[in-house]
């Protein structure tokens, strides 16, 4: 295994930012950056053998500043939707950017996906640190947040998260890669086909938040609990589905730890990924619309060019007690892994 750190140019506050390469002795290889803590490329083979870089991105850090897609990045404080962008704690309401029609989503106007992040190569590792100050976007405790990314000589992508606070907040991350296996410059995923092993997900309003409700997949296209493609129910005549055109949906994981929550694959170039993760909640997004009018090599990504697979807890949890809870305490350190690995069929 190699970790090669070069520049990545410079923000548009004066900040060094950098990309490191990590590299098996196959060659496949993953490649990440300091700004976002973004996942930017990777390089996996196919049936064949032949590499293929199955993540969507740009070329440039003048181009990832300008983002609003969040491509490869780690979103927070609090990733998806809080209702009218405020939540109570502690007997104190705070209020947050409403960013998202009514909501508030990934964090607000300048989440974490838009700062430079601290980073060192540990080992085979490279790790990205953040300290949120209190009352940044309007959350209450300064927070120290820390990503490790692994890449092995399996290609496995192992993402471990940690945060801690100085006091009460609510906290709820996850990474935003944007994935086809085909490669990022093919067409759409709705040949792809899928496996979530979920028997639930959270019903969702006409603007795609949670409203409480948890309910069953079974007899309706959010069920993916017998593999099948993307695209065989997206247009389906389903109320779920009318809203944004598009699964944008958070799944209720049925396993408990570190365990086996969604099987993508590609028929095309044979290429798998299994996603492990000991989170509860999985949302999947398959992007309606064409995304970046100019992303890699100046490519513009189709609608339904690519499917996010993003691990967190439950959205708008501030608003359900019932969900498990993202209220993160000075007393209980908050550690998570989600696992990519990719293999071929």
Known sequence: MSITKL???TTSDGKAAYVYCMKNSDEAYITVTSYGCRIIDICVPDRQGNLRDVCLGYDTLEEYEKDTASFGAVVGRHANRIENGMFTLNDTTYHLAVNNGPNHLH???RGFHYYNWDSQIVGNSV??????PDGEEGYPGNLTMTVTYSWSEDNELCITYQATTDKD???????HTYFNLNGEDSDTVLDHTLLIKAAQFTETDKHDLTTGRLLDVAGTPMDFTKTKP????IHADYYQLKYSR???HNFVLSGKGLTEAAVLSSPESGIRMTCFTDQ????????????????????CYPAYGSVCLETQHFPNATSHPEF????LTPGEPFQSTTIYHFSVV
Not at 230 to 233: A, E, L, P, S, T
Not at 324 to 327: E, Y
């Open 280 to 299: 509860p909640g999985l949302q999947l997004y398959v992007p309606a619309n064409s995304l970046a009018a100019h992303a890699k090599n100046g490519r």
């Open 230 to 233: 993307i695209g065989q129910d």
């Open 169 to 175: 907040t609510v906290f709820n991350t996850t990474n």
């Open 107 to 109: 964090g607000g106007l």
């Open 246 to 248: 598009t699964y944008d």
């Open 324 to 327: 498990p809870s993202v209220i």
């Open 127 to 132: 790790r990205f640190t953040r300290i949120s």
């Open 7 to 9: 520049p990545f140019g």
